[in-house]
């Protein structure tokens, strides 16, 4: 039998979007050495203003394919026109969603409607209305088409899955609580470190910037709204109703002062003003014989969620975090006082594109 052939298109091509398409370029050239594997088939690509696709379905070759995708001139196809495409394709379907774009997220119970499935760490797809979230499994369910989202929390961590098969083997999650975001634990555990006093916030928050490690303008990560979306999806996942990221409490890092200022750059160049409120804060927490870390937490039984500052023991696993490192932590009626702890990595392409690429396999594995 000749292996199954399963049609590919890729929305986004930037920093995990390259990532990914370089770890699937290893991919289909391993299954290609395995006669039993499915045959694996990029025949579209496109980025903002771009379009790379194969109108007969044909493999695009791998070999300088950025290049060939920034210098395309073929017509720059809709969300719509990319959907009718992969649903047009002589076989199985499979959408790669490397965006956090909410229009596309808006469209996914349409893709799934025409038995395309997704992968994606688009966090925005699954935190967003309550109503989104059901319209794109309600969608699936009916089509069969298969929904991946691994990498939506904790990046190539395997979050999700286990918060699935916990629910799905009957086990009774009590509660979730954890470090989520890889900016916010390198800034505490450079603030508040165990050993010696850390630096001032502002100059942490400054490096954290330099170094890549927070969005270009940093209020985007002080707010708590990522947080906040990653808490939405495990909360549903663990069944709860969760209305939308901002119907819990959610702790702003950002002084109330800086909230409207007109750049990132001038929030960083006025941060130094509020010092004070942030050092108070760790004073508070070392006079307790604790350090403070940003968290969030899901106590499912009492149906609460929310994100904020927390004091910590130092001996607690979450005090003893390393760079950008996430943790998080399942507290079950099987694991009973000690939790199943899921800690490593929660940040940076290659591992969000791992996180994506693995969710491509589950998929490749159950339609072939």
Partial sequence: MAPKEVYIGVIGAGGVGK???????????????NASS???SLVFISRSTKTLY???YTALPFENLSTKLANSTQKHLSL???????????????????????????????VLSKGISIVTPNKKAFSGSYKLWQDIFSAAAESGAIVSHESSVGAGL??????????????????????????MSFLFNSFAPLEGSGGKWSAEVMKAKELGYTEPDPRDDLNGLDVARKLTILARLAGLPIESPTSFPVQSLIPKELESVASGDEFLQKLPQFDSQMEETKAAAEKEGKVVRFVGSIDVAKKEVKVGLEKFDRSHPIAALKGSDNIISFYTKRYGANPLIVQGAGAGGEVTAMGVTSGLIHILERLS
């Fill in 54 to 56: 194969s109108e007969k």
């Fill in 80 to 110: 719509t026109e990319a959907i009718g495409f992969l649903s047009a394709a002589p076989g199985k379907a499979i959408l790669v969603d490397n965006t956090s774009s909410q229009n596309i997220a808006d469209q996914y119970p349409q």
């Fill in 19 to 33: 990532c990914f398409l370089s770890q699937l370029e290893s991919l289909s050239k391993r299954y290609a050495t």
């Fill in 38 to 40: 499915p045959k694996i």
């Fill in 158 to 183: 395997p979050v999700i899955s286990t918060l699935n098969d916990l629910v799905n083997t009957g086990d009774e999650v009590t509660k979730i609580e954890g470090v989520f975001s890889g900016t």
